[in-house]
């Protein structure tokens, strides 16, 4: 028996919106940005990691000003504290009661830039929030405002007095995206955008978060055939068994491949998803969830040339029967 169609309509018009504001300040990155939308919309966290001057924190804040909503910027260093994150109970002497003074973590959307420049344990004040909701201050656990996301930015290089993320916080994002350098067109684009005046500052919101939890519920009523359950599958549990990796794809990385389809599809435009959706997001999805084993580090194989034998070995689903219910 066959259900009736999801309407996909508001998907892509919130979509477009939020593509016409970015355009507004980000030259090109139409890629980059569609996986953004991805992450939004499935409500998962994102890593931009690029090198320094590409506009990871121009992006990064651009997005979230077209999202009405509360924002907070964490600028991370080594000398930040986890409380100061979380935020702390100060004594008031006047009601002779400790009162919580909440930390920029509790906004909806936070941009914690150059997140690997601060210590681990300043890292792990994010860890229950991204993955709980929720942040825990002497004792009281607090719940996070609805929807909340983490945009994080990190340098590959310049690697000097930074701290690594550790496997447990790099799996909590959905998604780890780089943007690259631009075009010789872009980069003249970008110096006659940026001439007179910063065009980020006029960035208002074009969508509400109202909208943005409607555009996720409708993506997790995208229809996802068998077939393509099967292939996601595949595809982890190859990473779990392939000689050069010491670290396969956790369960909460099939879930966030399996989601991210719907999300991309939805995108698109079709109310089901195929191979290609998920071909596409193999890389942003699942390669920073992978450890490269002893081995492979002494050859220099990286994590991203196993991921792509796991895909190449991996049949392809060829039935189109990807509509059927």
Known sequence: METALIDIQPVQQIAQAVRENVA?????KEETVELLLVALFCEGHVLLEDVPGIGKTTLAKTLARSIGGSFQRIQFTPDLLPSDITGVSIYNQQTQTFEYRAGPVMAQLVLADE???AGP???SALLEAMEERQVTVDGV??????????????NPVELEGTFPLPEAQ???FLLRVGLGYPQWEEERLILHRFRTNNPLTGIEPVITTEDLQRASRICREVHVHTVLEDYILELVNASRAHP????GVSPRGTLALYRSGQALA???GRHYVIPDDIKHLVTPVLAHRLSPSVDARLHSRSTADALADIVERTPVPVEEVWEQR
């Open 24 to 28: 507004r300040v980000i030259v090109g």
């Open 115 to 117: 997140i690997n420049r």
């Open 121 to 123: 344990r300043t890292q």
């Open 141 to 154: 656990t607090r719940p996070l405002p609805y929807p909340f996301l983490v945009l994080a930015t990190q």
């Open 170 to 172: 790099v799996d909590r």
């Open 244 to 247: 050069s990796l010491a670290l």
């Open 266 to 268: 939805a995108l698109r």
